[in-house]
């Protein structure tokens, strides 16, 4: 069963007091953002292909900054949809048969083939791949995710989103282990995938696309002795990924939310649908998870155990703290002192360590860590899709797939 929108509100994410100390630079952060979609540093150009990624984290920053309508032009906002959409990959006319290699959804951009318009009088839907292309020009989980989200923040209803090539794309990617790769050309199964899948497929309020008790059941053995969640089974836990496992739970929502250590038996309930029941729970043992997010601040907070403090996962450790409502025992004083540090008191935005120079998303994640303080002049934060609560509204609201 879907889960309802409420599902996905958390609790225990603001704050209840006024923060004090060092200045957050809240107008230098708007113009770092917007410096950085006019034009990306030079540093950024390996990345390229990742620019669908770069790009949320900057729209993503305007918003949760509140100034989003304010800093984009409505010309700029269609134009970028209509960019956004260009990267569509969707099947041509003639559509190969679903046992080829073809991937749909959205990819970065590709410097070897041209993306051409339709020119028979449809809308443009993206580019028209040909069969013999798009093993080599394929679509990317984590660029599906992103670009959705985009297309909603700059106001777009995605009603020309290729919804169903895209979850036939889902089933190629999952593996027999539950896991997810991010395209089928590059075999790399982790967690951050499965939360890719688990957003895209509550974004597009379907979950067909995915094997749900094989996806549960991945991240289930990725709960480790120390209680987090690691990338995959037998691995470290880290911060970054216990937070894309307890979000994909809660995108789930219903018993994948559960722990199973607390589940008890109901009256009248047989041995077999008390198993049954249990075995639908994402949580080994939630308690113990608390307790290895928490341990995890010093200041602010650190990925793993026994490495330094990192502005982004004030952010991963504590959206998912947020996620399971007790990001009240966070200590907010010492998480908003490590990232007015790490924040560049000169031309804004903010770095992965103190005196370091800032990118675009770890600005992002130090933003979205300070909305889920309350911050002054910050919009609060949805922690399990990462955007503000107003684009969780307009998911609900103004998309065609929620209407």
Not at 81 to 90: A, D, L, N, P
Request: proline residues 5%.
């Amino acid at each position: 069963m879907l889960a309802e929108p409420a599902m996905a509100t958390t609790q225990g994410t603001t704050t209840n007091k006024q923060p004090s100390g060092p200045t957050f630079q809240r107008e230098k952060h708007i113009q770092y953002f917007k410096r950085t979609l006019q034009m990306l540093p030079e540093p950024y150009t390996s990345q390229d292909t990742f620019r669908m990624t770069l790009g949320l984290f900057a729209i993503g920053g305007l918003e949760l900054l509140g100034v989003l309508e304010e800093a984009i032009s409505e010309a700029n906002r269609k134009a970028w949809i209509e960019w956004i959409y260009s990267q569509q990959r969707i099947p041509s006319k003639d559509s190969p048969s679903e046992d080829d290699d073809a991937l749909y959804g959205f990819g970065g951009p590709f410097s070897g083939l041209a993306f051409q318009e339709n020119t028979d009088g449809r809308q443009n839907l993206g580019c028209e791949c040909d069969s013999h292309t798009t093993p080599y020009d394929t679509a990317h989980l984590t660029m599906t995710y992103t670009a959705l989200l985009s297309l909603i923040m700059l106001g777009d209803d995605l009603s020309r989103v290729a919804k169903e090539p895209i979850l036939k794309s889902l089933r190629k990617l999952q593996q027999p282990n539950g896991c997810f790769i991010p395209c089928i050309t590059d075999y790399e199964p982790d967690m951050r995938f499965v939360y890719c899948a688990s957003a895209v497929s509550y974004i597009l309020n379907d979950w067909s696309g995915v094997d749900k008790p094989a996806l549960l059941n991945f991240i289930r053995e990725s709960q480790t002795y120390e209680h987090g969640f690691a990338q995959s089974p037998r691995h470290e836990a880290h911060g970054g990924t216990t937070y894309c496992a307890i979000a994909s739970l809660g995108l789930m929502g219903g018993d994948a939310f559960l722990d199973q250590r607390t589940i008890v038996r109901q009256e009248g309930e047989t041995e077999s649908a008390f198993e049954e029941r249990r075995a639908r729970a994402g949580f080994v043992d939630l308690e113990g998870t608390r307790r290895w997010c928490l341990q995890r601040q010093t200041t602010g907070f650190q990925g793993r155990t026994n490495k330094p403090t990192d502005t982004c996962y004030s952010f991963w450790i504590g959206g998912a703290v947020a996620a399971i409502g007790s990001f009240d025992l966070v200590n907010f004083e010492c998480n908003r002192g490590f990232l007015m540090e790490t924040q560049h008191k000169a031309f804004g935005g903010f770095g992965k360590w103190v005196d370091t120079y800032p990118d675009v998303l770890h600005s992002y994640m130090g933003i979205a860590s300070l909305a889920l303080m309350g911050e002054p002049g910050i919009r609060p934060l949805e922690p399990l899709l990462n955007i503000s609560k107003r684009m969780q509204e307009r998911l609900y609201n103004e998309t065609v797939f929620w209407k």
